[in-house]
C-alpha cells in the first residue's frame, strides 16, 4: 500500500492515513489502500485506530486536483467508492477510534464521522467546504453529522461551511474528547487498550446492537439488543468472568471465546 500504514500494537491496530504532502487527502489510490487495509484487519484485532500522518492534519478531505476534471459519471463513480470504504469502516465489527491531529475538512471530517469514536488534538479543526467548491459531502457526510448531532446542527455545518475548533466539537458532541497534540496518541492508545482487554464477543455485540438499532424504531431496536445480550451466554468468556466475579478469584484475560 502506498498511502496506508498498518502497525500492529497489544491487541489493537494503527491505521495511518500517510500523504503528509497533500494533508493526507483522499485521491483514488489512498481510496483503494484504505479498503485494502479493512481488509486486513483480522479477528484477533480488537479495536483499531485512524490517524492522519504529520502534525497538521487528519485528513484535509478529497483531492480537490482530482475531482476539479471529473464529470457527473466520474464524480459519481469516485463517490460511490469513497462512500463504500467509509461504510466498510463503519461496519468492522470491532470498535474504531479517530485520533483527529488536525484538520478534518471535507472528506477527512466524513472519515472521522465513520469511525465509532472521535478524540481530537486541541489543533484539530473540522468543516464541511464543500459548498464553498460547489458541491456536497459525497462520502456520507451529511447523513451521519445529523444522526451525530441533530439536524439542526448539522444543517448549519453542511451550509455555512464554518470551521469548528476542537472545544466547540466537544461542546457539539462530534468529539469525545480534546487532548494536547503531543498525548493524542498515548491517550487513544490507552482507550484502545481499555477496550481491547473486555470480552471481545460482548465488545462487538455493543456495536452491533447500536449501529442496527439506531436505524430502527424503539420495539425493533430493543429487540435487535436482546438478541445480541442473549447471544452472549454460554460464552466461555461469559462464563468464566461470571464464575470468577461471584467466587471472588481473579478473571482470566478475555480469549474471544
Ligand atoms: N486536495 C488536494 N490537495 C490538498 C488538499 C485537498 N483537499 N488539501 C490540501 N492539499 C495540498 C495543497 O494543495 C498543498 O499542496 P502543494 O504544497 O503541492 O501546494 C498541500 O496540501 C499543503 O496545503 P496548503 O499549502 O493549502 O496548506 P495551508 O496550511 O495553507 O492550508 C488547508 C491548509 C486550510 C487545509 C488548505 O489546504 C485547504 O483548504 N485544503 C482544502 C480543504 C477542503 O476544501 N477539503 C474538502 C474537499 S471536498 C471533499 O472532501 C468532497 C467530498 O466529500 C467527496
Known amino acids: 500500500m502506498t498511502y496506508v500504514e498498518l502497525t500492529k500494537k497489544d491487541g489493537f491496530v494503527l491505521l495511518t492515513i500517510n500523504?503528509?504532502?497533500?494533508?493526507?487527502a483522499l485521491n483514488e489510490q489512498v481510496l483503494d489502500d484504505l479498503d485494502e487495509a479493512l481488509g486486513m484487519i483480522d479477528e484477533d484485532t480488537r479495536c483499531l485506530v485512524v490517524t492522519g500522518a504529520g502534525t497538521k492534519a487528519f485528513v484535509a478531505g478529497a483531492d480537490i486536483s482530482v475531482m476539479r476534471t471529473q464529470d457527473r459519471t466520474e464524480a459519481k463513480r469516485f463517490g460511490k467508492k469513497g462512500s463504500?470504504?467509509?461504510?466498510?469502516?463503519?461496519?468492522?465489527?470491532?470498535?474504531?477510534?479517530a485520533a483527529v491531529n488536525?484538520?478534518?475538512?471535507?472528506?477527512?471530517?466524513?472519515?472521522?464521522?465513520?469511525c465509532d469514536i472521535r478524540i481530537a488534538s486541541q489543533?484539530?479543526?473540522?468543516?464541511f467546504p464543500e459548498v464553498t467548491l460547489g458541491i456536497t459531502p459525497g462520502f456520507g457526510g451529511t447523513q451521519r453529522i445529523v444522526r451525530l448531532v441533530g439536524p439542526g446542527a448539522g444543517k448549519e455545518l453542511l451550509y455555512t461551511a464554518r470551521r469548528v475548533k476542537s472545544e466547540e466539537?466537544?461542546?457539539l458532541g462530534i468529539v469525545n474528547r480534546v487532548v494536547p497534540q503531543e498525548t493524542l496518541l498515548d491517550e487513544v492508545f490507552a482507550m484502545a487498550a481499555s477496550?481491547?482487554?473486555?470480552a471481545p464477543i460482548a465488545v462487538r455485540a455493543a456495536k452491533r446492537s447500536v449501529n442496527t438499532g439506531v436505524l430502527?424504531?424503539?420495539?425493533?431496536?430493543?429487540?435487535?439488543?436482546?438478541?445480541n445480550y442473549s447471544n452472549c451466554y454460554e460464552t466461555q468468556d461469559q462464563v468464566n468472568a461470571m464464575?470468577?466475579?461471584v467466587s471472588k478469584q481473579e478473571p482470566k484475560p478475555f480469549e474471544n471465546k
Open 19 to 24: 500523504r503528509p504532502e497533500a494533508l493526507n
Open 169 to 171: 466539537a466537544l461542546r
Open 84 to 97: 463504500e470504504v467509509f461504510r466498510k469502516l463503519e461496519m468492522l465489527p470491532i470498535p474504531v477510534i
Open 216 to 227: 430502527c424504531g424503539m420495539d425493533e431496536a430493543l429487540a435487535i439488543e436482546l438478541e
Open 123 to 127: 489543533n484539530a479543526s473540522f468543516a
Open 102 to 114: 488536525g484538520f478534518a475538512l471535507g472528506g477527512g471530517f466524513e472519515l472521522a464521522l465513520a
Open 243 to 245: 464464575t470468577a466475579f
Open 195 to 198: 477496550i481491547a482487554k473486555n
